[in-house]
T-cell receptor, first 118, second 110 residues
Framework: AQKITQTQPGMFVQEKEAVTLDCTYD???????LFWYKQPSSGEMIFLIY??????QNATEGRYSLNFQKARKSANLVISASQLGDSAMYFC???????????????FGQGTILTVHP | KAGVTQTPRYLIKTRGQQVTLSCSPI?????VSWYQQTPGQGLQFLFE???????NKGNFPGRFSGRQFSNSRSEMNVSTLELGDSALYLC?????????FGEGSRLTVL
């Protein structure tokens, strides 16, 4: 069974500062993928970044980067230069790889509410 | 490119009724997954359909069912609604990469 743990129920950051959202995971699968999603108050889940367990380099997407430490089973999201529009709920999630059986089944953490102050 | 479309966005039902939610995936995506989101349980996987076949199912009672049509559009149905079924129901579509979610259908059961 897979498990995602996000230990920070809420985080605060000043506009233009960087913030790290923590995520640890547990799985017995030999290969897996890790995701981060943003959920604003509208409810839509917005894909931010993806890291495969065999990827050698940490994933980056614009202001988002994923600090992947496989031995520690952590996949922290780093948001640089925070903006007011970054205020939202953030979810870490994972799924087994390779697909072929189920691409659509993700296990989510409980989420972290990020508030960006001006 | 159109995103994932879910209808209706909001609905109110009473206990014992049934509800059907619809999801149109991104064009070309063959996998559609459904999730239930509640404040207490968080995001929980309901089921996934691929090419009209249910490929995976979460730990939900038989009152929750779904199907997928030949055009990849999917519906989920909840029968004999209970108060605890009040939730945001999210649909996601994918091929082999990341999942793209819709804005969800917010169901309130009175």
């Amino acid at each position: 069974a897979q498990k995602i743990t996000q230990t920070q129920p809420g985080m605060f950051v000043q506009e233009k500062e960087a913030v790290t959202l923590d995520c640890t995971y547990d799985t017995s699968d030999p290969s897996y993928g890790l995701f981060w999603y943003k959920q604003p108050s509208s409810g839509e889940m917005i894909f931010l970044i993806y890291q495969g367990s065999y990827d050698q380099q940490n994933a980056t997407e614009g202001r988002y980067s994923l600090n992947f430490q496989k031995a520690r089973k952590s996949a922290n999201l780093v948001i640089s230069a925070s903006q007011l529009g970054d205020s939202a709920m953030y979810f870490c999630a994972m799924r087994s790889l390779p697909g072929g059986t189920s691409y659509g089944k993700l296990t989510f953490g409980q989420g972290t509410i990020l508030t960006v102050h001006p | 490119k159109a995103g994932v479309t879910q209808t209706p966005r909001y609905l109110i039902k009473t206990r014992g009724q049934q509800v059907t939610l619809s999801c149109s995936p991104i064009s070309g995506h063959r996998s559609v997954s459904w999730y239930q989101q509640t404040p207490g349980q968080g995001l929980q996987f309901l089921f996934e359909y691929f090419s009209e076949t249910q490929r995976n199912k979460g730990n939900f009672p038989g009152r929750f069912s779904g199907r997928q049509f030949s055009n990849s559009r999917s519906e989920m149905n909840v029968s004999t609604l209970e108060l605890g079924d009040s939730a945001l129901y999210l649909c996601a579509s994918s091929n082999t990469g990341e999942l793209f979610f819709g804005e969800g259908s917010r169901l309130t059961v009175l």
